[in-house]
RNA sequence: GGUCCCGUAGCUCAACUGGAUAGAGCAUCUGCCUUCUAAGCAGACGGUUUCGCGUUCGAGUCGCGACGGGAUCACCA
């Protein structure tokens, strides 16, 4: 007998209307939805599309399949019908049963083998962070990492084959800047000398290289230079096409210079990275992939799919598909951007062979860009071009509208990580439910607590939208928050430890008590929990797991507060109950860690 | 201007391929800690889903239009 009852449940629907109403359908197109709170049932089927055709009434339709399926009564224990919706309610037996399922083993909910709703297993790619090297990271940078190692964690809990990689943007013109700006005004400077984390220092130069740049752009302009012209002449301006130049030509000290500024920028982003919990299977620089994608810009010229302007520049055409023409290579020769794309991505292709998917983890403001690479690759043939997709994510407003690193409303991705960690530890110390931990274990705690909080209120948020970050109100702690989850978690875990002391066994469960509403409902939260997996897999959305979490400890915490758990006039209920508990314990962890976020023993 | 995305409670967000009386949290107000963690629970208040027209048995969801917001249209990355 199967443990899930969703295709038994279709089968008979199926049979129900072929035999009432000589209607074929297939099984698989029956889809139920959840049955509202205001009604008793636990699944709904829409009847309306059936009725039509019957020509009849909803209701009655209703009540006919009702009765047909109530013969399944190790499936159906009664139903009832409500204009158009058929609500059922599962028979008692059934949540038995799955809960016996799963008390044999949790962990069989987590593995993708026994989930019935995921797709075949897939090699993936996961392509996410990929800062700059010239300044450091940004709220915006962090929801592209929680995303991306999120979906990364979602796609492998889905059984797929997940590699993560990392494209650092560690050359070109704008890295120039922080150098050029250190080796005039920097006056010998190290992270070591100054306190400073690598990659602020550098990112520091590279303010004060466009400082100094429009000072002496300012200064052309009041001598009557046009602006443009002035931006052209300026001495700055000069230096840095020269310093590239060394750069590319390989001169030692330009070389060993950018070696170690990249250097610093490289331990300041180990840090931040840590303190997010994220990591990369593989990391690609682009100093080692800017010159690929050259010999695919002569191959789709001999393939007709690109073509040369007179002065020397290759173009694609893309207005058939309503986009424009695109460079793809300039006229004297060198790369731009999308060109060092394509190369990297038939790398990938290359180097990892059955790879059928490579996810790009990029803002939405790069669309455009996004489709002029995949639409390129179609027409250059390449078998795998479906494969690339662009999950784009919307921006991160403050309340003030955009960031702006001009006008100094950049929120830093150090700064507010140790912002929120000391507000959760405020809050924990205003408690004082720990005063017996020791230092590191304190220093553990706020820390999980401040990026939980982070992390889920980020995460909670469908990826393709944009969102609002207000840094004044900063981050809630209550409510729909990964601290609440957290909060539940550890408090299950302090009933669990007093559980323990009563040494109950297994076999004292009873199948003759009849569950609660409560204790039903968290034992179906945890029947969806596969099927949420892979929803969220399908979506690419971790937002779905936050959302799906969020409900089992919501549910929990309202069995909480009106069970008595540990009871030892009652052993048989309690070792139920502590099970149950134990098994809810087990999936909000699973599911937060998909998001990122470690649970605490006690908080 | 062309193309694309978005508009849901005062605020931040939900609502699976179109389904029932659009849900949570925050904020405001009420209750509940000498019993397993009150970062909790229960309740109240709060909506013409920006506006209009259309398709449908049924529209926050689909189509058209208007209004409002954003992104993008570089031999930048």
Same mark, same amino acid.
């Not at 439910?433 to 020791?438: L, S, V």
């Not at 008595?564 to 009871?567: R, Y």
């Given at each position: 007998m199967n443990i899930r009852f969703e295709a038994e449940l279709k089968n008979a629907v199926a049979a129900a209307l072929q035999q009432l109403f000589n209607q074929s359908v297939r099984p698989e197109s029956v889809v139920f939805q959840e049955t509202k709170r205001e009604f008793e049932g636990d699944v709904t089927l829409v009847v309306f599309p059936y009725a039509k055709p019957a020509g009849m009434a909803p209701e009655g339709c209703g009540n006919m399949l009702g009765e047909a399926l109530l013969r399944e009564k190790h499936l159906i224990a009664r139903f009832n019908v409500v204009k158009g919706f058929l609500n059922l309610v599962i028979a008692p037996e059934f949540w038995w049963r799955y809960y016996r399922h799963l008390a044999h083993d949790i962990r069989t909910l987590f593995d993708p083998a026994t989930n019935? =709703?995921?797709s075949p297993p897939q090699k993936l790619m996961v392509e996410y962070s990929s800062p700059n090297t010239n300044k450091p990271l940004h709220l915006g940078h962090i929801r592209n990492n929680l995303l991306g190692y999120s979906v990364a964690a979602v796609l492998k809990a889905a059984g797929n084959d997940v590699v993560k990689v990392n494209l650092v943007n560690d050359r070109g013109i704008h890295i120039c800047k922080s150098m050029l700006a250190w080796k005039k005004f920097g006056h010998g400077e190290t992270p070591a000398s100054t306190g400073l984390k690598g990659d602020h220092l550098v990112g520091k130069y590279y303010v004060i290289y466009d400082k100094k740049f429009k000072e002496q752009v300012e200064a052309l302009v009041q001598d009557g230079v046009g602006k443009e012209e002035a931006e052209k002449q300026a001495p700055l301006t000069l230096e840095i096409q020269d310093m590239l130049r060394a750069w590319e030509a390989g001169d030692p000290e330009t070389l060993a210079l950018w070696k170690t500024m990249n250097g610093w920028v490289y331990d300041g982003f180990a840090v931040t990275y840590k303190n997010l919990g994220v990591d990369f299977d593989k990391m690609y620089y682009e100093s080692e992939?800017?010159?690929?994608g050259k010999k695919l810009v002569d191959e789709g010229l001999e393939k007709g799919v690109f073509f040369r302007k007179e002065d020397g520049s290759v173009w694609v055409d893309l207005t058939d598909v309503g986009l424009d023409q695109k460079v @793809? $290579?300039?006229? !004297? #020769?060198t790369s731009v951007y999308i060109t060092q794309d394509l190369g990297t991505a038939q790398l990938r292709f290359d180097e990892f062979a059955a790879l059928s998917r490579l996810v790009y983890v990029v803002g939405n403001e790069q669309d455009y860009h996004f489709k002029v690479l995949k639409e390129i690759f179609r027409k250059m043939g390449r078998p795998w071009a479906d494969g690339i997709y662009h999950l784009s994510y919307g921006m991160v407003d403050l309340p003030s509208g955009k960031m702006k690193s001009r006008e100094g409303t950049v929120v830093d991705a150090d700064d507010l990580i140790h912002e929120i960690v000391e507000e959760a530890e405020m809050a924990t110390k205003a408690l004082g439910?720990?005063? !017996? =931990? !020791?230092n590191e274990e304190a220093r553990q705690l706020y820390h999980d607590l401040g990026l939980g909080a982070l992390k889920y209120f980020i995460l909670k948020v469908d990826p393709k939208k944009r969102m609002l970050f207000n840094p004044a109100e900063?981050? !809630? $702690?209550? #409510?729909?928050?990964g601290p609440f989850i957290q909060y539940t978690y550890a408090r299950i875990r302090s009933v669990l430890r007093k559980g323990a002391t009563l040494q109950l066994n297994a076999s004292e469960e009873t199948m003759d008590y009849t569950m609660s509403a409560a204790e039903r409902s968290l034992v179906k939260l945890l029947y969806t929990y596969p099927q949420v997996i892979a929803d969220a897999a399908n979506a690419l959305s971790p937002s779905l797991v936050a959302a799906h979490v969020y409900d089992l400890a919501k549910a929990f915490n309202h069995f909480y507060h009106d069970h @008595?758990? @540990?009871?030892d006039q009652s052993p048989a209920i309690s070792a139920f109950r502590l099970k149950l508990a134990g098994m809810v314990a087990e999936t909000l962890k699973e599911g937060t860690r998909l998001l990122g976020i470690n649970v605490p023993e006690r908080m």
């Open positions: 019935p =709703f995921l992939t800017y010159l690929l @793809v $290579l300039r006229a !004297d #020769g439910k720990i005063d !017996d =931990f !020791d900063s981050i !809630d $702690l209550n #409510g729909n928050t @008595v758990i @540990v009871d």
